[in-house]
């Protein structure tokens, strides 16, 4: 399937006025000029492959915000607007650019300045306050939230709302469709403190990021997280104040409501003792770790947001550490099983972490690791996206589909919990109902002796 382009925007005459960007967070306009237009980032570009459209690559992004800094385009343009909300943020460009270039710097800041530019519908704004504001703005909230879902689904509400049809009238189907399954327990993080595994020498302290969507939806990766550090000989334990990470809010250019969320983590987590910050999602795992750079125009909070950075691990990067040391507890049960691994964007592009998942999986007995055309193309999550730009998000997912079904494997292994949920749909619609795991539920499963 391809995904049409979207119309080209127009630069603006010059007699008209041109709101070009204001204020705090504006595009880096030396990351601008480090851009050598060289065209390297469009193969790696999930968009571009889609559309073939200059605008919809990097470079061509790129070129449209230095436009409205230089005050040839406006901030509002409708194509401006579109490139950048069409951009899935996976920052594939960044990895391979021989110039540096942040894109992702660019790409959030001109979104945050569109969003502070232009008037949204009152609908809209009081939809985006109450989920930034209100469900993502307070993990107790978000906890509310999805016991409210977990009680509709279990009611046999769900089956009376999707024959109904008032799911499809309302608008709702997807969104609908698309979420997962909820436990019938959460991890709420209130200070809990989990020992080493009876035997193992203790290692350190470790406090565990729990996350909005890993607490909840994906509650048994993070309960087996615990136990994988706990047989690494690491006391686990779970900071009472921490919130989500931010990044679905700094995204969708709400900067200002990131920087709120990344202060109060960063109370959270300096009372720990603990040494390292595991992470089990790569999105999260990508936004605590430029935390730092969030902040360091705050001087009370500057400082302390870097210290803060610099202390979280994915947890992917944290046990290959004691594998290349030697040090990680190999006494893995043989799990007979061919698996191929899907690259989270902000794990392999963001954090540049591509090498450790698969060292792990090498060392687990019995699992055979098939590699997959375009591991490390986008699926098509990109957090809300594919709930907001379903089009292109099924575009990629279908695509990442093929590739997975065309590798053999018996099982897909990923390291985000978006793209767990984005494959599975995407294998469902292939008529597949292959298993999607998390490489940390797999390593649990080796501990454990049984396949998850």
Not at 213 to 220: L, P, Y
Not at 433 to 448: F, G
């Amino acid at each position: 399937m391809r995904v049409e382009p979207h119309a080209q925007p127009e630069l603006i005459p010059a007699s008209l006025p041109v709101r070009t960007f204001t204020g705090a967070d504006q595009p880096d306009v030396d990351i601008l000029r480090r851009c050598i237009r060289c065209g390297l980032c469009l193969p790696s570009c999930p968009t571009y492959l889609e559309t073939f459209s200059e605008a919809s690559s990097p470079r061509g992004r790129i070129a449209l915000i230095n436009a409205v800094s230089e005050g040839q385009l406006d901030v509002t343009d409708s194509g401006f607007v579109e490139q950048m909300y069409q951009c899935l943020d996976c920052r594939a460009c960044e990895a391979v650019c021989p110039s540096g270039v942040q894109y992702g710097q660019l790409v959030e800041t001109a979104r945050t300045q569109i969003e502070r530019a232009r008037p949204r519908p009152g609908w809209q704004r009081a939809g985006r306050a109450a989920v930034f504001g209100g469900i993502f703005g307070e993990a107790r909230r978000f906890r509310a939230v999805n016991a409210a879902l977990a009680l509709y689904q279990r009611t046999g509400a769900q089956r009376l709302a999707r024959r109904s049809g008032l799911l499809a009238r309302f608008g709702l189907a997807r969104m609908e469709s698309l979420a997962p399954a909820l436990p019938a327990t959460y991890v709420a993080p209130a200070g809990q403190v989990y020992p080493p595994l009876a035997g193992v020498a203790q290692r350190g302290r470790v406090a565990l990021f729990t996350g909005c969507v890993m607490s909840t939806a994906f509650a048994e990766t993070d309960r087996a997280t615990i136990r994988v550090l706990n047989a690494n000989g690491f006391e686990v334990v779970l900071p009472e104040a921490q919130q989500c990470c931010g990044a679905l809010t700094i995204h969708s250019g709400e900067m200002d409501g990131g920087r709120a969320l990344a202060m109060r983590n960063i109370e959270a987590f300096e009372v720990s003792g603990a040494e390292y910050i595991a992470v089990n999602a790569a999105g999260c795992g990508s936004t605590l770790k430029e935390y730092g750079a969030l902040l360091a125009d705050f001087l009370e909070w500057a400082e302390r947001a870097r210290a803060f950075s610099e202390r979280v691990r994915d947890i992917t990067e944290l046990l290959a550490g004691l594998l290349d040391e030697g040090a990680l507890n190999t006494r893995f049960a043989p799990l007979p099983l061919r698996v191929t691994y899907q690259e989270p964007c902000h794990l392999a592009h963001a954090q540049r972490i591509t090498r450790q998942p698969r060292a792990l999986l090498g060392a687990l007995p019995g699992v055979e690791l098939v590699e997959m055309e375009e591991a490390s193309l986008c699926c098509g999550s990109a957090g809300v996206y594919n709930v907001t730009r379903p089009a292109m998000a099924d575009a990629l997912g279908d695509r990442k589909a093929r590739n997975i079904l065309a590798s053999g494997a018996q099982a897909v292994v990923t390291a985000n919990p978006g793209c767990a949920l984005q494959v599975r749909a995407a294998l469902a619609r292939a008529g597949s109902d292959m298993p999607v795991l998390h490489i940390v539920d797999l390593l649990d499963a080796a501990y454990r002796g049984r396949l998850p």
